[in-house]
């Protein structure tokens, strides 16, 4: 699955998009799953996952062919 | 449709307005954010703003919605930059009509406060010794 990344979460993967080939099939383990690549995702303040444009719950399911984003805290205004 | 929700360049104060007065409104408030020239003391050299832009545009929808629905008012405007900006340079601007003025002013405190909170908008503040993502570490 490819995942999107903002802001500061962007910036420490690199790219504003990552291919994710491990079988994360719910939002917390996608999130355990891009700790595990990219360790300074866990400093910080939160590290919500968004689907389809959605704020994530960690128990929700991942389906093939969602938009999938990595939403570091937020700050604008 | 009697709200707008808008991610651009640049916004103007007076679109914001054009768009929400209304001959039954009496009461209009507007919130405007604008680039401060320091933070914490040190110089701020302009600021950058990265938008999920349709999910931003989603957020800034819903508050539109709920401000309408449960706080009295009867047009609403959001709207917000993305890019670079210099000190001074308006980056957000909320305005709300309301037949009278207390639902307007509360509506966009409810408005700015919640934006701040759930719209994925992020804010890089660029200072003479470097550049930090805002509020992204505890």
Not at chain 1, 32 to 57: Q, T, W
Not at chain 2, 11 to 17: G, L, N, P, R, S
Not at chain 2, 62 to 77: L, N, P, S, T
Not at chain 2, 99 to 107: D, E, L
Request: charged share 20%.
């Amino acid at each position: 699955m490819k995942v999107l990344l903002f802001g500061i979460a962007k910036d420490i993967a690199g790219a504003p998009v990552i291919q994710v080939d491990a079988p994360v099939e719910q939002v917390a383990a996608l999130r355990e799953y891009l700790y595990g690549r990219y360790p300074r995702l866990r400093d910080l303040r939160s590290c919500m996952i968004a689907v389809n444009k959605v704020y994530a719950a960690d128990g929700d399911a991942l389906q093939p062919g969602d938009e999938i984003a990595v939403i570091p805290p937020v700050s604008g205004g | 449709m009697d709200l707008l929700v808008e991610i651009k360049d640049s916004i103007t104060v007076q679109e914001a307005v054009d768009f929400v007065e209304s001959p039954s409104c009496g009461g209009v408030a507007v919130f405007i954010g604008t680039v401060r020239n320091q933070t914490k003391g040190k110089s701020v050299q302009k600021l950058y703003f990265e938008c999920y832009t349709p999910m931003a545009l989603q957020e800034m929808e819903k508050i539109a919605r709920h401000i309408q629905q449960e706080m009295g008012i009867q047009r609403i405007a959001i709207l917000h930059v993305s890019g670079e900006k210099l000190p001074g340079e308006t980056v957000v601007v909320i305005a709300a009509a309301a037949p009278h003025r207390g639902a307007a002013f509360i509506a966009c405190q409810y408005a700015i406060d919640t934006l701040k909170e759930t719209v994925p908008i992020w804010k890089k503040e660029y200072f003479e010794d470097g550049e930090v993502w805002v509020a992204a570490h505890p």
